[in-house]
């Protein structure tokens, strides 16, 4: 008896048949596993969150009718996951959109095919990184609150357009006298390109993560929104409390210290950055909305 279990055991491993692993199965195995962790993090962060838990309850749902066969149940739901999912890119249109920003700026083609790469070192001179620290700190002492957002290798020419148009060369007092209060430029963002002041009054996108504490003002939300979309150096003055915060990459560091802030701005300055140039392509920028606080 147990003979024969055993040559039935023998024979039916002999009969498996195991797949032969290539090299590019497990690349893309590791490729999906990227991309699925990418998009969790990208739902985590999102009300696409919820999305995600209403869609799971919706599958244990369906699983259930499917275990007791409740046939109209069933007729009902393969009916609506068309109209669903229709629904569900309606509804969910910024994040989806925002998604496909933060996918188009991470340059994977580009970083492998190099289309007439120029370098840049240098953006602007250590009189504006003094200009803006001083500004900065001198608007927290009297709280007087202030956003200012330091272009990189994106272009905010979108934004440029939300707010009024300048030309003029970063000073300290220049920036104080924007965001003083009472006087036309004082609400919205600046936009700094190089040396020189480009806009005034500028709307950012509001961040939508929901992880950010509910302490957060407006200001400092848009603060975060602006670098979650671009690759910008965005500084925030507290009205309430004259602290001084930088958002970038979509995390915001808040009461940093003057030495904190250059080093930062320092980074930026000396960090060197691809700009593309496409003779048939040229990159579409980013949408904004309208901000305050």
Known sequence: MWHNMIDEIKEGLWGLSIPTIRITDIIE????????????????????????KGIIALAVFILIAALFKMNTIL???ENSISVLAIAAVVVFQPELRRALEKL????????????????????FGNETIDAIVS???????????????????IMLTEYETTGIQLDAKVSSQLLINIFEHNTPLHDGAVIIRGDRVVAATCYLPLSENMSLSKALGTRHRAAVGMSEVSDALVIVVSEETGKVSTAFGGRLVTDVTPEYLTERLINV????????RFVLWKGRQRHGQKHER
Do not use: H
Request: aromatic share 10%.
């Open 269 to 276: 300055q000396n960090k060197t950055v691809d700009t593309k």
């Open 75 to 77: 007729w009902i739901a």
């Open 135 to 153: 500004a900065c700190y001198s608007m927290g002492k009297v709280k007087t609150g202030a956003l200012i957002v330091v272009e990189q290798a």
């Open 29 to 52: 195995i590791f490729i999906i596993a990227v991309i699925v962790y990418k998009i969790l993090v990208w739902i985590k962060n999102t009300k696409a969150w919820m999305l995600l």
């Open 104 to 123: 188009g700026e991470q340059n994977l083609i580009s970083n492998i095919i190099p289309f007439g790469q120029q370098k840049e070192s240098e953006r």
